[in-house]
């Protein structure tokens, strides 16, 4: 079975500052996705980004990026110029590209907190 | 932007009794999901639903559990008999294809007293 670790129970980081959350996961599979969902107070799930195992190239989305290392079998989210809304719970999260399964299976979490 | 919905937003209700989640999912998304989170911890799977069955089940979605979608936008999740242990929030999720994306609904917070 597929496991996610995400080993920062909490992080900090300075207004404007750039901050990276860790992730590991445990897979004897070469074709899964992996994604980092952010859960702010409100405890919605909100999608920050996403990345197929099979792309070399390191996602992107606005101030977001991952640095993701197949043969590590690590993905870390940087956070560029945070903002204080960046504050949240974060989960890594992976799933499957092969089986006919399609759960999430996500990690720990890591507890950003944005100061001022 | 089409997003999950879900009813409602809170729910307490007494041990024994049942409790019926409901869902919207995306108009066009064909996969459905139930996921949970006990307060202050990881998010868990439940179910996964395609072409009206269920496609995957974790260990926790036991007996007590059952899912359903009764028209063509709703997908319920239904707790026949609730225990203490079962409170927690329960988000429903949505992808258009079983590899496409997860979307996740504002989530159901039960409390079982």
């Known amino acids: 079975a597929q496991t996610v670790t995400q080993s920062q129970p909490e992080m900090s980081v300075q207004e404007a500052e750039t901050v990276t959350l860790s992730c590991t996961y445990d897979t004897s599979e070469s074709d899964y996705y992996l994604f980092w969902y952010k859960q702010p107070p409100s405890r919605q799930m909100i999608l920050v980004i996403r990345q197929e195992a099979y792309k070399q190239q390191n996602a992107t989305e606005n101030r977001f990026s991952v640095n993701f290392q197949k043969a590590a079998k690590s993905f870390s989210l940087k956070i560029s110029d945070s903002q204080l809304g960046d504050a949240a719970m974060y989960f890594c999260a992976y799933r499957s590209g092969e089986t006919s399964g399609s759960r999430l299976t996500f990690g720990e979490g890591t507890q950003l907190t944005v100061n001022p | 932007e089409p997003e999950v919905t879900q009813t409602p937003s809170h729910q307490v209700t007494q041990m024994g009794q049942e409790v019926i989640l409901r869902c919207v999912p995306i108009?066009?998304?064909?996969?459905f999901y139930w996921y949970r989170q006990i307060l202050g911890q990881k998010v868990e799977f439940l179910v996964s639903f395609y072409n009206n069955e269920i496609s995957e089940k974790s260990e926790i979605f036991d007996d007590q559990f059952s899912v359903e979608r009764p028209d063509g936008s709703n997908f319920t999740l239904k707790i026949r008999s609730t225990k203490l242990e079962d409170s927690a929030m329960y988000f429903c999720?949505?992808?258009?294809?079983?590899?496409?994306?997860?979307?996740f609904g504002p989530g159901t917070r039960l409390l079982v007293l």
């Open positions: 108009s066009n998304h064909l996969y």
């Open positions: 999720a949505s992808s258009e294809r079983r590899i496409e994306t997860q979307y």
